[in-house]
């Protein structure tokens, strides 16, 4: 795949959909500000779900039935897509090949953070960035953070970001000198933007730095120190052997997250949170620990298997780099344990 798969396939659906729809172009344009290509609510539904084929009967009942057989049609013929259902309640599920996504992984590695971003903007909207004059508690700091990090996310795909000013609501946040001083500059920035805006206003210092998986300002960390552990002798960037896959199924669930990467930052940019960007490291994280207590990495022959031990080095590589651009983009320091 020459352009990362989610754009090519979104770039089908609106050119499917303008090709069905009828009106002025304002009218066929808020129509299709409304497509959404987003993973299911259920993984064993697929791996892409969209709404096209719902906007579609929005307009016309009528044509509906032939303008969902176009948008099957044009879906179909993705060199990506295994297959593509039609669902009860009008949504279209997409099944993307296996033997296609593992491709993305060397694509993953060597990118880092830009992966798939290239083609990223014409699918964003237009960014206005909020920004607070004081920043004397945690609402308004993690507000100013929020829109430092925006900003920065949107250089990366090359989107134009304009400022107004921030209004604060009636609720205060807890007094930003006293979180610093209790949890550090970067682990309270992480910590905000691992939770939301409730959090800044019950601030817990002990819940923001707390030591459990279940907490980003550690896992993260320790799930990046790990995987370097694991990758210590470098990740093979070969092409796979013809036809190789991923037998287990956390693995094709990994799989399928780290290329949701673009997808993810302009989901982030839409939002204008960046808890969608750390909720997205901390899944990578969690199932990185699920299949490290399952598989025994360290210790077992999980590496070694012929068919699949390339695959599965880039697959954990490709984690590590997400993780380590991701920390990196928030300006998060390791401590000295977690190098």
Known sequence: MSEYYWTELRSCLIEALKSQLTGDEQTVEGIISRLTLRPPKNSHWGDLCTNAAQLCQSVSSETCLLATDLIL?????????????????????????QEKMVQELPKVISSGVRYGLSSLKPHCTPLIVEVPDETHDLLALRQLWTANYLKKFADLIGLEATESAWTPGELQGYPAEAALAKCGESRLRLALFAN???FATHFSPVLAVDRTYSNPVFALLYAEARLKRYLRNGVPLDAQKEGS?????????????????????????RDQDMVNFVSFLQRLSLLFFRLNDEEKLQ???????????????????AVRTLLTAGLDLMDVERPEEFI
Request: proline share 3%.
């Open 245 to 269: 896959t991923l037998p287990l199924a956390i693995e094709r669930e990994l799989l399928v997250l780290v290329t949701e990467w673009p997808q993810v930052i302009r989901l982030t940019l």
């Open 73 to 97: 049609e044009k879906i179909r013929k993705h060199e990506a897509v295994k297959s593509v259902d039609l669902a009860e309640s009008g949504d279209i599920n997409i099944t993307l090949k």
């Open 196 to 198: 939301d805006k409730d």
């Open 299 to 317: 210790s077992s022959e999980y590496f070694q298997d012929s068919d699949s031990g390339i695959l599965r080095l880039q697959l954990l590589g």
